[in-house]
């Protein structure tokens, strides 16, 4: 992997990070300048089922007048009376800048987000300590992996230094061993992380092993924060 070409692809973009306040339907947001520099966690805003469509409240079947008003979910666009509709949550993956009106199912969604971005964040860009192989070779090389600010690359130093750009991830595997007593969880000690270099045809696999220190709670904790982002991602490419 040319790591220094990566690098300067990487700073081009950074440099690009310009972000605007925008009005919606939905209310406030702000978006990257650029699209295609936008969060690759992010979604969205959904097209609103057209009220002509919905005479009656997509949940409880009320029928909508000039008592009973209509609104639309901000994440599903679904149309709903205000009990069916009636909480305001924070809905950072479509970057409104304050909490918006949700369906009581997309409530619950929004709130688990929320542990991400309030907590799972902040782990994966502050790092931990793994042992990483590249491809099939046999010798390894210590790296402190963390997200950047802007959450689009993952970064990798040691002697070397690589950026990986999220959106490129394929697969991401938790490694685990052993159970917690009483039948818990196993415990995360390692990662296989599959992505595709720009310009690439085949797909490069590096191997993340936790190392036996101190810091091993770190290297575990910042694991399942990955394993979270990454089905975040995978959300955000099939919607």
Same mark, same amino acid.
């Given at each position: %992997?040319?790591?220094?070409?990566?690098?300067?692809? !990487?700073?081009?973009?950074?440099?690009? +990070?310009?972000?605007?306040?925008?009005? &919606?339907?939905? !209310?406030?947001?702000?978006?990257?300048?650029?699209?295609?520099?936008?969060?690759?966690?992010?979604? +969205?805003?959904?097209?609103?089922?057209?009220?002509?469509?919905?005479?009656?409240? %997509?949940?409880? +079947?009320?029928?909508?007048?000039?008592?009973?008003?209509?609104?639309?979910?901000?994440?599903?666009?679904?149309?709903?009376?205000?009990?069916?509709? &009636?909480?305001? #949550?924070?809905?950072?993956?479509?970057?409104? #800048?304050?909490?918006?009106?949700?369906?009581?199912?997309? #409530?619950? =969604?929004?709130?688990?987000?929320?542990?991400?971005? *309030?907590?799972? @964040?902040? =782990? @994966?860009?502050?790092?931990? $300590?793994?042992? =990483? $192989?590249? /491809?099939?070779?046999?010798?390894?090389?210590?790296?402190?992996?963390?997200?950047?600010?802007?959450?689009?690359?993952?970064?990798?130093? /040691? *002697?070397?230094?690589?950026?990986?750009?999220?959106?490129?991830?394929?697969?991401?595997?938790?490694?685990?061993?052993?159970?917690?007593?009483?039948? !818990?969880?196993?415990?995360?000690?390692?990662?296989?992380?599959?992505?595709?270099?720009? !310009?690439?045809?085949?797909?490069?696999?590096?191997?993340? $092993?936790?190392?036996?220190?101190?810091?091993?709670?770190?290297?575990?904790?910042? @694991?399942?924060?990955?394993?979270?982002?990454?089905?975040?991602?995978?959300?955000?490419? *099939?919607?």
């Amino acid at each position: %992997m040319s790591s220094s070409s990566v690098a300067a692809a !990487g700073g081009a973009a950074l440099r690009r +990070d310009g972000k605007k306040l925008v009005r &919606s339907p939905s !209310g406030l947001r702000m978006v990257p300048e650029h699209r295609a520099f936008g969060s690759p966690f992010g979604l +969205d805003e959904p097209q609103w089922v057209p009220d002509k469509e919905c005479p009656r409240c %997509m949940q409880c +079947d009320i029928k909508f007048d000039f008592i009973t008003r209509k609104h639309h979910c901000r994440r599903c666009g679904k149309c709903f009376c205000d009990k069916c509709c &009636s909480k305001k #949550v924070p809905l950072p993956r479509m970057c409104f #800048v304050d909490p918006v009106r949700q369906c009581a199912e997309c #409530v619950l =969604v929004s709130q688990k987000e929320m542990e991400f971005y *309030d907590k799972q @964040l902040k =782990v @994966l860009m502050n790092g931990a $300590t793994f042992c =990483v $192989t590249l /491809g099939t070779s046999e010798k390894s090389e210590l790296m402190v992996c963390r997200l950047s600010n802007n959450q689009r690359y993952l970064f990798l130093d /040691g *002697d070397s230094h690589y950026e990986i750009e999220i959106a490129q991830i394929s697969t991401v595997q938790i490694l685990t061993e052993g159970f917690t007593p009483g039948g !818990g969880n196993a415990r995360a000690t390692g990662m296989l992380l599959q992505y595709k270099e720009p !310009g690439a045809q085949d797909v490069t696999q590096m191997k993340f $092993t936790a190392i036996e220190d101190s810091n091993k709670k770190q290297s575990a904790t910042w @694991l399942a924060a990955m394993h979270k982002a990454a089905k975040l991602l995978y959300e955000s490419r *099939d919607q």
